[in-house]
């Protein structure tokens, strides 16, 4: 039996919570900021009705083998203290996040750390209420440790695909949500502002932009990457949102800090020009700031 905790208890953490569910030799310790005793996901034609009960770290009589947090960037601050908290419990800490270098700032040793990818999209329909829209794909460093971790999730629909490049997997995946995410929070607006020669060549110029800062992170982007997230988008519905968007019109705090800001950081040390994405930055900073 493994024991795990859940801190975090938003769109992945309650998706993390149904698949674990799943597997019965699992004692779970559920963590959230705010009250929470039941959580409902939809997913294709199930409905899943989870009943769960908060704890806090001081009531945990054994050590936990894993520490799962699913929280989003701008929560760590607030949070410091529950997580240095079950961090000292914890033989290994997973993090799903957004950006990268996802463990900046915590008190985690390599050894008895994980960082993941998740494609997993995830809406909320209302409070503790979510529509998940197709099963989970979580992209892991191909070594033992992670493999082990995998193994949690042995019965459940999760796919697992392990890379040895992780940080380049890591980089592609905020360079897509950046730019596209960025373009639409600027816009206030679906991919219908595409059919707009303005906002096609700001999102181009935005996407080589962050080609350019991570190719000098060292992600090892193939030549055609560019290319290929044209492709990807000019594929995309009219309709599609993105998550960022989703928060904007919601009224909810953007994760800027892993993605867009993220970017501007790394442009700055690296002494290259980023003018579109540091346009965006002032925009939705300026956004956040009407929310403190």
Request: neutral net charge.
């Amino acid at each position: 039996m493994s024991r795990i905790a859940i801190l975090g208890l938003g769109a992945i953490g309650s998706v993390m919570v149904k698949y674990l569910s799943e597997e019965p030799r699992h004692d779970l310790f559920f963590f959230n900021r705010s009250q929470k005793d039941t959580i409902r996901i939809q997913c294709a034609q199930d409905e899943h009705i989870l009943s769960i009960q908060l704890s806090k770290p001081e009531e945990l009589a054994q050590d936990l083998d894993y520490l799962i947090i699913c929280l989003k960037a701008y929560h760590y601050p607030t949070a410091k203290e529950i997580i240095e908290q079950l961090i000292t419990r914890t033989k290994c800490t997973v993090i799903f996040r957004n950006g990268i270098d996802i463990s900046l700032g915590l008190p985690i040793q390599s050894h008895a750390l994980i960082e993941t990818i998740i494609d997993c999209p995830t809406q909320m329909i209302s409070a503790n209420n979510y529509n998940q829209l197709r099963e989970a794909k979580i992209t892991l460093e191909d070594n033992p440790r992670m493999h082990a971790f995998a193994k949690l999730f042995l019965h459940t629909k999760v796919e697992f695909n392990f890379v040895e490049d992780f940080r380049t997997e890591q980089w592609k995946k905020l360079i897509e949500s950046a730019a596209l995410g960025g373009i639409l929070c600027h816009a206030r607006q679906d991919c219908s502002i595409f059919e707009k020669e303005e906002y096609l060549s700001m999102y181009e110029g935005l996407l080589k932009e962050c080609i350019r800062v991570a190719r000098a992170d060292g992600a090892a982007l193939p030549n055609n990457f560019y290319q290929e997230i044209l492709s990807k988008r000019a594929a995309y519905p009219k309709s599609k949102g993105s998550s960022m968007l989703t928060d904007l019109l919601n009224g909810r705090r953007l994760e800027l800090q892993a993605k867009n800001k993220a970017i501007k950081i790394l442009a700055k040390k690296y002494d290259i020009l980023t003018p579109v994405n540091n346009r965006i930055c002032v925009e939705l900073e300026a956004y956040n700031s009407t929310l403190d």
